[in-house]
């Protein structure tokens, strides 16, 4: 394979082969190499000359070599790097065998290694080139061990901080990007990242894989000695709900990251024009606050269930954000019973987040509803759409009837059929997601969910919540959660079974979240 040419030639010398994990890696690759020729895999090569334990011994066993799955990288890099959006970056991993499955595999051939270090050089260059991006200050030690302990998932020994200092201290490197970007690739390169060979006591392999599977799924980080203890006893319901309440703090924080997958908010924001000073950060982030309290905290607490998040009149506010509720209030976190306004997705946050800067576009805020919040598909506009003309219009009766005409034909039937009804629908709120009179009256359908006609978009999360175990909104939620924490999209016979337990349990989230980390 030969040297690899990296990111900046000034620290070439740097990154290639100065600390104990490029030994390591260069081994591993070698080995690799030599696998594919004789048909091995390259830890069946290791392990083959790795002195047995001796029977019914009770010591540590030698360390076990298994790859991080591409859920598991994913996962290791947001939490090492919490300000990072993945989406961003250039990740281009082997695919995993099974497809997509969360588990742990001895599997290393000569392309997973190939994808190993371009992927590592991509991410090494664009952390150095947006070191904000970082939680801490990147020309701090203290930081660089930070970094590398998160990543390595694991408490630096002092021989790991002398290779760190060792990389930093490189004459080549001048510059602090430099020597960001040289460390991250070392680190991500490194077999503590990319390999699970912590040095455990003798269980029953299957069962470290069992423990190993489940604590990064819920957690982003290998077993515990306890959860190790466990072996198969970590998969009943029993357990995983205890860990529920032990590690409420670390489940909830991806849950978080969760949340803004689930509703795509990595690529929304709430746009504002100058007419609207007095909508400050201060009030986007207390309406933030208040959605993610009721839609994410009250439900995993068992507040409330996701029938009721969808027909709920009450909602959380504060003397910040009251006004957008048609109501004042003096105290954080009181429970507002709204006349004008009744479910989760019509929170003045998701209102404001899916209109625009001055005016409401119903196109966009369609759209946006479809796809996030009620799971319908919709592709992306062609060039020149009705859509661009949307900008010069105004919200009246006249311009909503003309664009609505001008895409309820030809090509754009198929989309607007169902972009349409939604958008018109919530047009009793404006582009912040305050209560206005709606300029469109008619009752609407939306064919793809439901045959039923509804008043509003308020209207259509009630009908909505209605359906049951065949409801599109619920098989949507179900699915998003399960192709998070599983790295793999459901069957639809998955998500039969899934969705109806979820109506069985009343909608209630713990169960539900249970069966999905359970899921292989």
Known sequence: ?????????????????????????????ALSLHACSIGRSAHEIIRSNK????????????????????????????????????????????EDFPKGRFSLTNEVSELHVRKYLSTAESIAKYIAAN????????????????????????????????????????????????????????????PLFLIHHEKLKVHDSSTNAIAHRLSYKLLAKP????????????????????????????????????LLEWLNLHNYEIRLSKDDSSFNSSIKNDLFLSMRKQLLYDFF??????????????????????????????????????????????????????GDSDRVSFITRGVYLLRNAIGISIEAAPPGDQEAK????????????????????GSCYSCHVSI???????????????????????????????????????????ILAEDGRNGIIYRHF??????????????????????GGFAADNYNFKELFIQVILAE
């Open 51 to 94: 002195p047995k334990p001796k029977p019914n011994s009770t010591s540590e066993s030698p360390s076990t070599l298994n790859r991080l799955t591409n859920a598991e990288y994913i996962n290791t890099l947001k939490s090492a790097f919490p300000k990072l959006e993945v989406k961003n970056l250039t990740i281009d991993l082997q």
């Open 420 to 462: 349409n009804p939604v958008g018109l629908s919530s047009l009793n709120y404006d582009h912040l997601g305050r209560t206005i009179d709606s300029p469109f009256k008619e009752s609407n359908k939306l064919p793809a969910a439901s045959s039923k006609a509804f008043s509003s978009f308020d209207n259509l999360q009630e």
């Open 390 to 409: 949307e900008e010069n219009a105004d919200v009246d009766e006249d311009s909503i009837e003309g664009l609505r005409a001008a895409t309820e034909q």
């Open 131 to 190: 070191p904000s991006k970082i939680h801490c200050t990147m020309t701090q030690e203290s930081c660089y061990s930070q970094v590398a302990g998160s990543l390595w998932r694991q408490e630096l020994s002092k021989d790991d901080q002398k290779q760190i200092a060792d990389i930093l201290s490189t004459p080549e490197l001048k510059t602090a990007a430099q020597k960001t970007e040289a460390l991250v690739y070392n680190l991500l390169i490194s």
């Open 301 to 354: 607490d068992g507040k409330t269930n996701y029938k009721k998040l969808l027909t709920t009149q009450e909602y959380y506010v504060n003397s910040n954000i009251s006004k957008f509720f048609d109501a004042s209030a003096s105290s954080s976190n009181l429970i507002l019973t709204s006349t004008k306004r009744q479910g989760i997705f019509s929170h003045p946050f998701f209102m404001a987040l899916s």
């Open 223 to 258: 077993a515990s000695e306890k959860l190790l203890a466990m072996g198969h006893e970590a998969l009943k319901e029993k357990a995983i709900a205890n860990l529920l309440s032990e590690e409420k703090t670390a489940i909830l924080k991806k849950l978080d990251k969760f």
């Open 1 to 29: 394979m030969g040297r690899r040419k990296i990111i900046n030639p000034n620290i070439h010398k740097a990154v290639l082969g100065m600390n104990r994990a490029m030994v390591f890696f260069s081994t591993a690759l």
């Open 478 to 499: 179900v699915s998003s959660l399960f192709e998070f924490y599983n790295g793999y999209q459901p069957s639809d016979k998955q998500v039969d079974t899934l969705v």
